[in-house]
């Protein structure tokens, strides 16, 4: 994963997230959910083995077809989602912000080529990722320091082209999406919690926006253990 996460100077970066705990942690509960599914239609569920390491690795699909074709590294920079492609780029903008483009499409490509008087480089992007597409990321880098972030927002707005701008933690937490999807609690101290991301229609989530005390609930977890199985209805 490291090897496939390069900074402008070539070097492995850190991930912001802990990409290992949260796809192994998603692989999980597909596997339980799975498992449970056939105990509905057999009878019988199953035993579920998953490795942090096996679910990373699983989650670099998209990347690895080179290597393990042919075997050697691949050249990261070169490769559709790391930073062979100019439509799926972080650019700087005149303020020291950043935007990025995140649609590869040929509408997007043709759009924001068109609106910027450059539709000549569009057939470099049609030939797909990899260095050829230099001069359309030269071209937008030059571009896109000439303003600032939000006159660069306020121009994409009128486009039909996929973007976003990079945003600081302050930022996201304040961004009108999430408020609007309720994806920020707030417990009755006033601080500020996640809601779940998943949306259950006839059964909402009913978080307990509480901290438990350290075992405080061991006692009566263990307890369960003990308890006969429900009769099935």
């Known amino acids: 994963m490291l090897s496939l996460t390069l900074g402008d100077d070539g070097r492995p970066a850190i991930p912001g997230i802990p990409v290992a705990d949260v796809v192994s942690a998603l692989q999980g509960l597909s596997g339980v959910l799975m498992a449970l599914l056939r105990r509905t239609q057999t009878g019988r569920g199953d035993y579920i083995d998953i490795a942090m390491h096996d679910a990373l690795f699983a989650a670099c699909a998209n990347v690895v077809g080179p290597a ?23 650019y700087d903008t005149r303020d020291a912000r950043q935007l990025v ?12 080529l068109n609106a910027l008087g450059r ?4 057939p ?31 121009f994409l707005a009128t486009l039909d082209v996929c973007y976003a701008p990079v ?9 009108p999406n999430l408020r609007a999807r309720d994806m920020l609690l707030t417990d009755a101290s006033g601080r500020r919690h996640i809601a779940p991301a998943i949306r259950f229609r006839d ?10 005390l350290a075992g405080e609930h061991t006692a009566e977890v263990l ?4 308890q006969p199985a ?4």
Request: include cysteine; glycine fraction near 6%; proline fraction near 10%.
């Open 68 to 90: 393990m074709t042919e075997g050697p590294q691949l050249d990261v920079k070169h490769r559709r989602s790391t930073g062979g492609s100019a439509f799926y780029q972080i």
């Open 101 to 112: 483009l995140a649609g590869q499409e040929d509408k997007f490509v043709r759009t924001l």
């Open 119 to 122: 539709p000549e480089l569009e």
């Open 124 to 154: 470099l992007c049609a030939r797909g990722p990899g260095p050829h597409q230099q001069p359309v990321i030269d071209f937008l880098r030059a571009t896109f320091r000439q303003r600032d972030r939000a006159e660069w927002m306020d």
């Open 167 to 175: 945003n600081t933690l302050p930022e996201a937490i304040d961004d």
């Open 203 to 212: 059964e909402p989530a009913r978080p307990v926006l509480c901290e438990p």
């Open 223 to 226: 307890a369960s253990f003990d």
């Open 230 to 233: 429900p009769a099935e209805q």
